[in-house]
């Protein structure tokens, strides 16, 4: 059984994972209340999170990722499995939410940023690194 790793992020935003989750194309489940994560054979686990994304939409041997609030920081958290902290999920969001952050960004300085057709990774298993691309104009 795969340990749970919590990752920080300095993220604030629930709207910036949920951007980031949806321009991957991920299915994931939104929470109000947090829910319990299940570990790749599907038992329980004691980890709690408000986002998710089942193992199923992960891989085959997967556990459920999460997002949980800290409320504590003011800033969310990934809870990952040691097994799928090297996936290439976990890589391809850490990239997209960049660049999320980086297009509000670019918003607040009255900026266009756009990402370049075709350059956000859709094959989500898919163990080859591609660099997201971005159009930048006033």
Not at 2 to 20: C, G, H, N, Q, R
Not at 41 to 54: C, L, P, S
Request: proline share 3%.
């Amino acid at each position: 059984m795969s340990e749970y790793l919590t990752m920080k992020l300095d993220i604030e935003d629930k709207e910036d994972i949920v951007a980031a989750l949806e321009k991957i194309g991920i299915p994931f489940e939104t929470h109000d209340t947090a829910v319990n994560l299940h570990g790749y054979q599907g038992d329980t686990r004691k980890q709690t999170a408000e986002i998710v994304i089942r193992r199923q939409h992960i891989g085959g041997a997967s556990n459920d990722l999460g997002f949980k609030w800290n409320g504590e920081t003011k800033k969310w958290e990934m809870i990952v499995s040691d097994y799928d902290n090297h996936s290439p999920l976990v890589k391809t969001f850490e990239q997209v939410v960049t660049v999320v952050m980086l297009q509000r960004a670019c918003e607040d300085s009255m900026r266009t940023c756009e990402i370049v057709s075709g350059s956000i990774p859709t094959n989500i298993k898919s163990t080859t690194q591609q660099p997201i691309r971005l159009r930048i104009t006033r």
